[in-house]
Every structure is written in C-alpha cells, then in structure tokens.
C-alpha cells in the first residue's frame, strides 16, 4: 500500500484542482507514470480516468445543486461530448497525437493571454444565447473539446471553462459547472474503452477516487463560496502550469 501513497496524494490535489478550474491531470497523470514508470501508459492513462471520474461526478452533483444551468442545452452537449471522446480514443488507437503535442503550448498560451487581457472576463454572468442557439453553440464546443479529450487529454477542463466563458458568455462559475458535466460525459466514454481493453489497475484507481473525491469536496465548497472571481484566479494558475508542463513535454523532454 506504500507504493499507493504518493499517488493517492496527487489524486486529492488534482481532484481539487479539477473541482475548481479543470486541469488535474496535470498533477495525477505525471505522478503515475513517475511512481510507475515500467507500466503501460494506456493503464496509466486508464487508471487517471478511473479515478478521476469519481471527483468529477462528485463536483458535478455539487454544482449543479447551487449553479442554475439550463439542461435543455446541457444534456444535448453531454451526449455530443460523451461520443466526441470515444471518436477521439478510438483515433488515438490508430494514430500519433505529436503534432498536437507541439502546437498546444501555443494554444494554452492563447488563452491565457486573452484571459488576462480581458480583466472583466468571466466575472459576470451574461448569457450570448439562448434556446436553441445556445443548445447548438454548447453542443458545438462540448463535441470538439470532447474528441480532444479522448485523443489527447491535457487541459480539457480548461479549455471547456473558457470556450463557454468566451463563447457563451458565462461567467467562470457557471462555466466551471457546465465543464463538469461535459467532463464527466467525456470521462465516462474514455473509461469504457480503456476498460474494455483491460487498461485501467482497479485496485489503485479505487483508493485514487476516494482521495479524489476529498479534494473535490473542498474545491467545489471554495468555488461556490468565494465564486467566479476565485474560480479565474484558479483557471489563471492552472493555465500557466500547464503551459510550462506542455511545452516542457513537447520541446525540452
């Protein structure tokens, strides 16, 4: 059980993370594979998912109890996200993601930037659309961001709470919430194909949720305390560490 203690540290960090602003994956999946170097990177990456899952979907509930959110265009881009992820796993069985590899630093970096050169973004809660103009706009987003997801990984949550700040026009709170959900869909899909496939070690992604969830507990409790302003500041901290994590994969590994 030794050998499970850092990782299960790194879960409660990452389901923190996630809870507030997405992007755990960049605490717990460098901690597997540096506790676990001689193992798959499939069951690692399975392993991430099968624990993560449970934080995600613990911060789901959580939100979507206190964030008001309109389902009629929530559970259409669930659906979208859930499918984008197992065309994106399925992909990722047949071909290399390096070249998205190398450009999302860049990416990343373009969102922070825009991020914090827009100082009102995401502090008020202002919907752009409505009806079945947002319906097509988060099902857009949460389709395109969940392929990403199923392919790739890094930074889905981020990107997720931006686009629906950016192009939906929610502040961070409510985006943070919606991301949940699409989080959670997505998650599901790539969980169900790395098990299939024999890719997830149970016995560790079942003490990595437990602690996984203790973190989301307490991040959910800080972002709906201290609300869209906290959830920035978080998104703003994330996005810069997973700028250097990528680029540092990318460029200088």
Do not use: C
Request: proline share 4%.
């Amino acid at each position: 059980m030794l050998e499970f203690l850092f990782p299960a540290l790194a879960s409660l960090l990452a389901g923190f993370i996630d809870a507030v602003a997405g992007g755990g994956g960049l605490v717990l999946l460098p901690a597997l594979f540096s506790a676990f170097p001689g193992a798959a990177p499939a069951t690692l990456m399975g392993t991430n998912k099968g624990a993560s899952v449970w934080g995600t979907a613990w911060a789901t509930g959580q939100y979507l109890q206190r964030v008001q959110l309109d389902w009629r265009a929530l559970a259409p881009a669930a659906v979208l996200s859930l499918a984008g992820s197992f065309l994106g796993a399925w992909l990722l069985t047949l071909t290399s993601p390096d070249g998205l590899r190398k450009a999302l630093p860049w990416l990343l970096t373009g969102v922070l930037v825009y991020t914090l050169a827009r100082k009102d973004l995401g502090r008020a809660h202002v919907p752009r659309f409505a009806g079945r103009t947002e319906q097509l706009a988060m099902a857009g987003i949460a389709g395109v961001v969940g392929f990403y997801d199923g392919f790739f990984g890094p930074g889905t949550g981020s990107f997720f709470v931006f686009l629906f700040v950016r192009v939906l026009g929610y502040d961070f709170l409510h985006a943070s919430a919606a991301a949940k959900l699409m989080n959670l869909a997505s998650n599901v899909a790539a969980i169900s194909l790395f098990a299939a496939k024999g890719h997830v070690w149970w016995p560790l992604a079942g003490v990595m949720a437990v602690t996984n969830v203790a973190g989301s507990l307490l991040g959910t409790r800080l972002a709906l305390q201290h609300g869209a302003g906290f959830v920035r500041g978080v998104f703003v901290l994330v996005v810069t560490a997973l700028i250097v994590k990528t680029a540092w994969s990318a460029y200088g590994g």
